[in-house]
């Protein structure tokens, strides 16, 4: 009987602890500017933080997105965008999000960070060609 009273309190608990009514999406967002190294070295790990403008009030950090293919990584923002029905810009709120990245590899890591669309809606990057020694 203590388990029963146990597993229903915390399926309760779970259930209570999710907003009602309101949905969310993660978001893609430009990166505005970065602080990453000028060199690595193989084996060491280094941080590598990306800056980017939070659009709303509504908008939330929900990690990173991060895509690899051989030596070449490209990186962006990932927001949760909560659709609350009330969501208002927000101006000049800079947000720094930092992820740390392990030299695995000799050669040149080249990284992508994506700054959005063009007119002509091709993808746009801030791109950076880092030697290992």
């Known amino acids: 009987m203590k388990k ?3 597993l229903v ?3 309760f608990l ?6 009602e009514g309101n949905d969310y999406s993660v978001h893609i967002l430009p990166v505005e ?6 060199e690595f070295e193989l084996g060491e790990t280094y941080p590598i933080t990306m ?5 709303s009030n509504c908008h939330s950090p929900y990690g990173i997105y991060y895509e690899k293919d051989l030596n070449m990584r490209i990186c ?3 927001n949760l965008l909560e659709d609350r029905g009330n969501c208002a810009p927000v101006e000049n709120i800079l947000v720094e999000e930092t992820f740390n990245f392990q030299v695995t590899s000799t050669g040149n890591y080249i990284f992508k960070f994506w ?5 002509e809606g091709n993808n746009t990057f801030l791109e950076y060609d880092i030697p290992v020694n």
């Open 4 to 6: 029963l009273i146990l």
């Open 9 to 11: 309190s915390i399926l």
């Open 14 to 19: 779970f259930n209570s602890c999710e907003p």
């Open 33 to 38: 500017s970065v602080d990453i190294p000028t």
């Open 51 to 55: 800056r980017y403008y939070r659009p």
């Open 76 to 78: 962006a923002i990932k």
């Open 115 to 119: 700054t959005g669309e063009d007119s």
